[in-house]
């Protein structure tokens, strides 16, 4: 072991900046009367999501990725607005932007549509980040970038393309959109400004509601928010439908089980609290080294979190 290895990471400096948006977060959301909770970070259950993986703390359960099926529980329980600043951990993300540990930011607007919900980020990601805001529907944007509109191209010219970009040969049309997403789109993006991407497609959901297009395509009432090349945030307009949100978690098994993983036991605690009722909301996960990352310039996590995986 390098006789160096004990010493942390980030810089005094960051540490104290990271104080600093600690204090800034709490005061934002303490101005506006949002509570502030805390939910287990182990439980019984995890999402079920392909492109997430928990982490299994054998005979206890699993570290959560999120806290999100808990606040669900807490909104359908009468908490109001509240909000969280998290650990959450998920296996397989390490590098110069993912430690396995990291913290969200997340938070939940009852009364609040998607469009309400993304003015409130940008009315907190605005001054941190000292940059103005701009707004694309995902569809146009992609077109704009890729030349192909992601809901009606083919899934051969889809695929065609980002074998183009460097994909490997035989991606669903699905998976070519969010390889080109990730690679093309997502870099082309002016890096001085908060991009606020709107309604991606229906079939990237997840756990929010959908609606139809202008031509009747299915679009998920989804966002993210990148900056300085980082994806730094991801809401919802949320699922209310504890059916509809069992078929999803039934879909996403089968993704799970197509792509050699482990099937997830869907939450029954969720489902019951979607079944008492969900309030209409929207709810919003930021992740804070990220942001830490975009306000203050630095390239890698290592250089805003003390202890990342090779040190802890």
């Keep these: 072991m390098n006789d ?15 104080a600093d948006l600690l204090r800034t977060v709490r005061a934002f959301f303490d101005a506006r009367g949002v509570l502030e909770v805390s939910t287990p970070s182990l439980a ?5 999501d392909e492109h997430i993986d928990a982490i299994e703390v054998p005979g206890h359960g699993w570290l959560q990725t ?14 109001g607005p509240i909000y969280q600043i998290a650990r959450a951990f998920r296996d397989g993300e390490a590098g110069a932007r993912h430690n396995p540990e990291f913290t969200l930011l997340e938070w939940y607007r009852p009364g609040f549509d998607l469009e309400a919900l993304v003015d409130e980020c940008l009315a907190l990601l605005t001054p941190l980040c000292a940059a103005g805001a701009e707004r694309h529907r ?33 991606l669903s049309g699905p998976q070519a959109v969010d390889y080109l997403m990730a690679t093309v789109v997502e870099p082309a993006l002016d890096p001085a400004v908060i991009t606020v991407v709107v309604d991606f497609p229906g079939w990237a959901a997840a756990l929010a509601q959908t609606a139809g297009d202008d031509d009747g395509a ?19 307009q949320e699922l209310l ?9 039934a879909r996403d098994n089968e993704k799970r089980r197509a792509a050699g993983k482990r099937p997830m036991t869907p939450d ?3 489902l019951d609290a979607l079944r008492a009722g969900l309030p209409p909301c929207s709810g919003v996960a930021l992740g804070l080294e990220r942001l ?5 310039g630095a390239g890698r996590i290592d250089q805003v979190w003390p202890f990342p995986r090779d040190r802890a």
């Design 4 to 18: 160096a290895s004990w010493r942390p990471g980030a810089a005094l400096d960051a540490l104290k900046a990271r």
């Design 66 to 79: 999120s806290p999100e099926y808990h606040m669900k529980r807490l909104l359908a329980a009468g908490s």
């Design 218 to 236: 299915t679009v998920a009432r989804r966002f993210e928010i990148y900056h300085r090349g980082l994806e730094l945030a991801n809401g919802y």
């Design 292 to 296: 830490h990352m975009a306000v203050s």
């Design 138 to 170: 995902f569809r146009a944007l992609f077109r704009d970038v890729t030349g192909l509109d992601p809901l009606t191209a083919t899934a051969a010219a889809l695929a065609d393309r980002a074998t183009g970009a460097g994909a490997p040969a035989g």
């Design 241 to 249: 439908d504890a059916d509809e949100q069992a078929r999803r978690f």
């Design 268 to 270: 029954p605690y969720l």
């Design 44 to 48: 019984a259950h995890a999402v079920s």
